[in-house]
């Protein structure tokens, strides 16, 4: 059967990585792709590399380091960050990635997710949503969680799949940096409304977190890991550990 | 020289790379010549069955990739081009492919019960079912990452690996020099590798 899948997540600046390069278990690794090797070898099932560049030669020096991780690094890449356009999707596929996460573009532009999977194939669009509680409703922020899009998120997201997207990232603004756990309920209501991969994102604090997040919603496929694992209070070897004890599938 | 053939349909960064990564020499190429002059050659190939099968016969190369085969020369497929190995495929349509091993390429949905989720993506065990030369070194239950909605049935004879995903799918074939891996060992770490390493050796 298949394994849930336990995923790091890179937020790379102008070729650095943000989160993490400062912080004991990482701070002597100074490049991502380091950081993506260090992964890997320690059973990293796939990586996201998010890119929050906002210059063109910020761009520039992140499509290089994808190239070099994707010719180094031989587990699934995703790619996040500006993505807006056809183009877009084809100069970070170009360079070695095998999905593409879409979010304020889809946003701005819902035909984006469309156009996408015709010419690449539902596999490689992933839709990503920040959402928020906004007075009791699930409400989808963009511009990374700046503003209110009065979107209800369950209708959103499986806007997004009818559309052609092959996987859901959601991740909870309300859980999200609090290390507190995964937002079951809020990834409950949108593993029930979709039949397209789901992967849970936001509150990973510590390595119990993801046992109850697969034990609690057997339908959630993988679990996204920023900050646990960049401050190196944990691996990933670790996280899997811990999940095969509890009998949940994973790849060891 | 592992020979991967170009013919418009999908992204052979990573599985050039991962011949990089084994020491592997290999070319990327369309050209009919680079193909035939080859020692080995990988079929890669994604998304729908027709819209690839005609890709490659646009690109002159289905012919040539047939014959290349049918003369002894070591040919694997991979995720869509292990699926163009088989003659007949029911995606969107009935469509022919290469012929090379008998089977038919089959919605999964058929195979599985509902509500689990189609496409089947991620990470997978292998079950070995007969030895083959492609996993010499390589555990049964080794995981390999999928990412497919049909697969290949009527090939009993020919499956060297299922993998179980409510039914049992084919993971792999094998008939004389032509392999196929419905998986993708570009994408699946070591034992992806491996793999590779082992076809650059059949």
């Not at chain 1, 909870?172 to 991969?197: H, K, Q, W, Y």
């Not at chain 1, 996204?224 to 509890?246: M, N, P, W, Y």
């Not at chain 2, 190995?85 to 349509?93: D, I, V």
């Not at chain 2, 030369?133 to 060297?160: I, K, M, Q, W």
Request: aromatic fraction near 8%; include cysteine.
């Amino acid at each position: 059967m298949i394994t849930k899948r336990i995923i790091p997540c890179l937020d790379v600046r102008d070729g650095r990585v943000v989160k993490g390069v400062n912080f004991q278990g990482v701070r002597d690794v100074s490049s991502p792709v380091e950081l993506a090797r260090t992964y890997s070898a320690s059973g990293a099932d796939e990586l996201v590399f998010y890119d929050i560049t906002a210059s063109a030669e910020g761009r520039r020096l992140f499509t290089g380091i994808l190239a070099q991780a994707a010719s180094q690094v031989f587990i699934p890449l995703t790619v996040g960050g500006g993505i807006n356009t056809l183009e877009d999707f084809d100069r970070v596929l170009k360079c070695g990635a095998d999905k593409v996460s879409v979010n304020s573009g889809a946003i701005r532009d819902p035909s984006l997710i469309g156009r996408a999977a015709r010419r690449y194939g539902d596999q490689c669009v992933v839709i990503s949503a920040d959402v928020k509680r906004v007075n009791g409703v699930f409400t989808v922020f963009s511009r990374g969680g700046r503003d209110n899009t009065g979107l209800e998120a369950v209708e959103w997201i499986r806007r997004c799949v009818g559309e052609g997207a092959g996987e859901v990232v959601l991740n909870s603004i309300d859980t999200d940096g609090v290390r507190g756990g995964f937002d079951l309920e809020m990834l409950r209501a949108v593993s029930d409304a979709v039949s397209v991969p789901v992967i849970a994102s936001g509150g990973a604090g510590r390595v119990e977190d993801f046992v109850t997040l697969f034990k609690t919603l057997p339908r959630v496929d993988a679990g996204l890991a920023a900050s646990i694992l960049h401050f190196g209070e944990v691996t990933v070897a670790d996280i899997k550990k811990a999940l095969r004890d509890e009998g949940i599938n994973v790849r060891i | 020289m592992v020979g991967i053939i170009d013919y418009g349909v999908g992204n052979l960064f990573s599985l050039k790379s991962s011949f990089a990564a084994i020491g592997e020499a290999c070319v990327v190429s369309g050209d009919p010549e680079v193909i035939r002059r080859a020692d080995r050659l990988v079929l890669p190939g994604v998304g729908a069955f027709g819209d690839a099968a005609q890709k490659l016969r646009d690109s002159g190369l289905f012919d040539l990739v047939r014959d290349e085969a049918k003369a002894g020369k070591p040919l694997l497929g991979i995720c869509l081009g292990m699926q163009l190995l088989f003659k007949k495929s029911f995606e969107y349509g009935v469509h022919e492919g290469l012929g090379l091993i008998p089977g038919e390429v089959v919605p999964i949905a058929g195979c599985i019960p509902a509500g689990l989720k189609i496409p089947h993506i991620g990470w997978n065990a292998l079950l070995m079912r007969v030895p083959s030369p492609l996993y010499e070194g390589v555990p049964d239950g080794s995981h390999v990452y999928f990412v497919h909605s049909y697969h290949a049935g009527g090939c009993r004879e020919y499956a060297t690996a299922v993998t179980e995903y409510g039914g049992l799918l084919t993971a792999s074939v094998q008939r004389e020099n032509v392999a196929g891996c419905q998986f993708h060992p570009e994408k699946s770490g070591q034992v992806g590798l491996r793999i590779l390493k082992n076809f650059a050796k059949m």
